[in-house]
């Protein structure tokens, strides 16, 4: 392993990279995969001086499915370019890639809980409530103030949690190289990660069976049958089909298009909503 | 035409996600002053963007899912009100239905850009991070020009009565269709980050957190996070997990 080391530029970079980008291309499917793995891009090349091997392999570790807070969230892209520097410099074979995926999912969806309620549940309605108070009274600077004072305090939270996350990343890496620490760090994150995802498949999948057929005396509503029996069943049920066609060797996007179908044919027809 | 090529220029900006339009051109106080100041009057335009903006003020897109769209509430609302000399309090109710249109192109969108991680795939594997990251800037605004821009430039062109036309020559069921893909499509996500974690010891744990999301409701992520961080503590000290490193060795 080559011993290569960031520099304060390549950090600052990929911050940037992070800050005009982590939303750009958002979508249903991985929401922020795609601002993950093109920052990692440049560290990655880097790090393994430009073998096509490592950096492929780092890229396809980054563009599964990341979603967080873009601002105080920022601590965690910040902390994943000093893993992956870890990664790339560690001589024990104790760190491996799956150990940064851990982190990442485990601290995604705590973090873009407290970023949200900090930033949209906070600060931007107090900040909002006295703008427009001023701009409905025909005050246009008002308006600026929020179009650009905002947006700087957005980037000034973003540059501070992405380099307190690099800083963390970089300095708790010699008790991660302690011998079993590794394995205990990803039995924790492990059960933190799957609790958690548990939830989520609650939380973020919306889709429920909405069909209901008037009988003569009642109507029969499908969707709360169901749920009579397993809340939620049909954000599992799906989930569970979308794991088992990906481990009998389909590709995402048949996967991909299966859900489509499932989906636009389900609430075309008045099953699904 | 010059007007709507400039509500188009606006609808793009409006439309790209990224830091500088979110401030500068998405909140509805400020997309009402551009439209104000396309159509000559930038105080009245800020005033009834400030006016659309208050019904946004907890407006958040927790994981791409939101109620009713802010960017074209704002945009259309404001222009709408502005071309329609309707009064200001007209026009706040005018920017729902507008925002619930806008929600399908939001929808859209997302869908439509759940494509890109694909094409992100093949070039991961290819080790070209130059392609994903050009492909990461253009991506999205390549999708906003069609969605979003287009269709504001029509509406412009063609008048506010445009709005109505489009939402009736969509027919119900395709718009049915697709929000519950929409509301589907996480799916695949969750699915993905499932099959990366599963271990059979913490399986139990993934069982769980849906049990209690299930069947309490509380669908939180930092009491997930609370209550996880707790039991992986506890857990990890009475030797959780260790019998299968030994099995391993």
Same mark, same amino acid.
């Given at each position: =392993?080559?011993?290569?080391?960031?520099?304060?530029?390549?950090?600052?970079?990929?911050?940037?990279?992070w800050w005009l980008t982590s939303h750009s291309t958002y979508n249903y499917q991985r929401l922020q995969a795609g601002p993950m793995a093109g920052m990692m891009g440049p560290i990655l090349d880097k790090l393994y001086k430009g073998d096509k091997e490592k950096v492929s392999e780092g890229l396809t570790r980054h563009m599964l499915y990341f979603n967080t807070e873009p601002r105080w969230g920022a601590i965690l892209p910040g902390m994943t370019v000093a893993l992956e520097e870890t990664l790339a410099n560690d001589t024990t074979g104790e760190m491996?890639?799956?150990?940064?995926?851990?982190?990442?999912?485990?601290?995604?969806?705590?973090?873009?809980?407290?970023?949200?309620?900090?930033?949209?549940?906070?600060?931007?309605?107090?900040?909002?409530?006295?703008?427009?108070?001023?701009? =409905?009274?025909?005050?246009?600077?008002?308006?600026?103030?929020?179009?650009?004072?905002? +947006? &700087?305090?957005?980037?000034?939270?973003?540059?501070?949690?992405?380099?307190?996350?690099?800083?963390?990343?970089?300095?708790?890496?010699?008790?991660?190289?302690?011998?079993?620490?590794?394995?205990?760090?990803?039995?924790?994150?492990?059960?933190?990660?799957?609790?958690?995802?548990?939830?989520?498949?609650?939380?973020?999948?919306?889709?429920?069976?909405?069909?209901?057929?008037?009988? #003569?005396?009642?109507?029969?509503?499908?969707?709360?049958?169901?749920?009579?029996?397993?809340?939620?069943?049909?954000?599992?049920?799906?989930?569970?089909?979308?794991?088992?066609?990906?481990?009998?060797?389909?590709?995402?996007?048949?996967?991909?298009?299966?859900?489509?179908?499932?989906?636009?044919?389900?609430?075309?027809?008045?099953?699904?909503? | 035409?010059?007007?709507?090529?400039?509500?188009?220029?606006?609808?793009?900006?409006?439309?790209?996600?990224?830091?500088?339009?979110?401030?500068?051109?998405?909140?509805?106080?400020?997309?009402?002053?551009?439209?104000?100041?396309?159509?000559?009057?930038?105080?009245?335009?800020?005033?009834?963007?400030?006016?659309?903006?208050?019904?946004?003020?907890?407006?958040?897109?927790?994981?791409?899912?939101?109620?009713?769209?802010?960017?074209?509430?704002?945009?259309?609302? #404001?222009?709408?009100?502005?071309?329609?000399?309707?009064?200001?309090?007209?026009?706040?109710?005018?920017?729902?239905?507008?925002?619930? &249109?806008?929600?399908?192109?939001?929808?859209?969108?997302?869908?439509?850009?759940?494509?890109?991680?694909?094409? +992100?795939?093949?070039?991961?594997?290819?080790?070209?991070?130059?392609?994903?990251?050009?492909?990461?800037?253009?991506?999205?605004?390549?999708?906003?020009?069609?969605?979003?821009?287009?269709?504001?430039?029509?509406? #412009?062109?063609?008048?506010?009565?445009?709005?109505?036309?489009?939402?009736?020559?969509?027919?119900?069921?395709?718009?049915?269709?697709?929000?519950?893909?929409?509301?589907?499509?996480?799916?695949?996500?969750?699915? =993905?980050?499932?099959?990366?974690?599963?271990?059979?010891?913490?399986?139990?744990?993934?069982?769980?957190?849906?049990?209690?999301?299930?069947?309490?409701?509380?669908?939180?992520?930092?009491?997930?996070?609370?209550?996880?961080?707790?039991?992986?503590?506890?857990?990890?000290?009475?030797?959780?997990?260790?019998?299968?490193?030994?099995?391993?060795?």
């Open positions: =392993m080559a011993d290569v080391k960031l520099d304060k530029k390549d950090v600052k970079k990929a911050c940037l990279f491996d890639g799956a150990v940064i995926t851990d982190i990442k999912t485990a601290m995604m969806g705590p973090l873009a809980g407290i970023g949200d309620t900090i930033w949209a549940g906070l600060i931007k309605p107090v900040i909002l409530s006295i703008i427009l108070a001023w701009a =409905m009274q025909g005050v246009v600077g008002a308006a600026w103030i929020w179009g650009v004072g905002v +947006m &700087l305090l957005d980037f000034a939270v973003t540059y501070i949690m992405f380099h307190k996350g690099y800083e963390l990343g970089l300095n708790s890496v010699d008790k991660f190289l302690d011998g079993g620490f590794i394995k205990k760090i990803t039995t924790f994150l492990g059960i933190v990660g799957m609790f958690s995802l548990g939830a989520m498949i609650v939380k973020y999948i919306s889709v429920q069976v909405v069909l209901s057929v008037a009988m #003569t005396t009642t109507t029969l509503e499908f969707g709360s049958i169901l749920n009579r029996i397993i809340p939620c069943f049909v954000p599992l049920s799906l989930t569970l089909l979308a794991y088992w066609l990906q481990k009998k060797g389909k590709s995402v996007t048949f996967v991909l298009l299966v859900l489509f179908a499932i989906g636009f044919v389900g609430g075309a027809l008045g099953i699904l909503g | 035409m010059v007007q709507a090529l400039l509500m188009a220029l606006l609808a793009l900006l409006n439309g790209i996600q990224g830091p500088t339009q979110w401030y500068l051109f998405r909140e509805p106080v400020m997309a009402g002053f551009w439209v104000g100041l396309i159509f000559g009057d930038p105080v009245q335009g800020t005033m009834i963007g400030a006016t659309i903006n208050v019904s946004y003020m907890g407006w958040i897109s927790a994981g791409g899912a939101n109620a009713s769209d802010l960017y074209w509430a704002g945009l259309l609302g #404001t222009f709408v009100a502005i071309k329609g000399g309707m009064n200001i309090e007209q026009s706040v109710a005018f920017a729902v239905p507008i925002g619930l &249109l806008g929600n399908y192109v939001h929808v859209a969108y997302m869908t439509l850009a759940s494509f890109w991680p694909q094409r +992100m795939d093949k070039l991961a594997e290819r080790g070209d991070y130059k392609g994903i990251r050009w492909l990461q800037v253009l991506g999205g605004p390549s999708l906003v020009v069609v969605l979003r821009a287009l269709p504001v430039f029509l509406i #412009t062109l063609f008048g506010s009565e445009y709005i109505e036309i489009l939402i009736s020559s969509l027919p119900v069921w395709a718009m049915n269709g697709l929000g519950a893909v929409g509301k589907l499509l996480p799916a695949l996500g969750m699915s =993905m980050l499932f099959r990366f974690m599963y271990k059979k010891e913490v399986l139990p744990f993934f069982i769980l957190g849906f049990a209690v999301a299930a069947y309490i409701g509380m669908t939180d992520l930092l009491f997930y996070a609370i209550v996880g961080i707790a039991l992986a503590f506890v857990l990890i000290k009475v030797g959780f997990g260790e019998e299968k490193e030994e099995a391993e060795q």
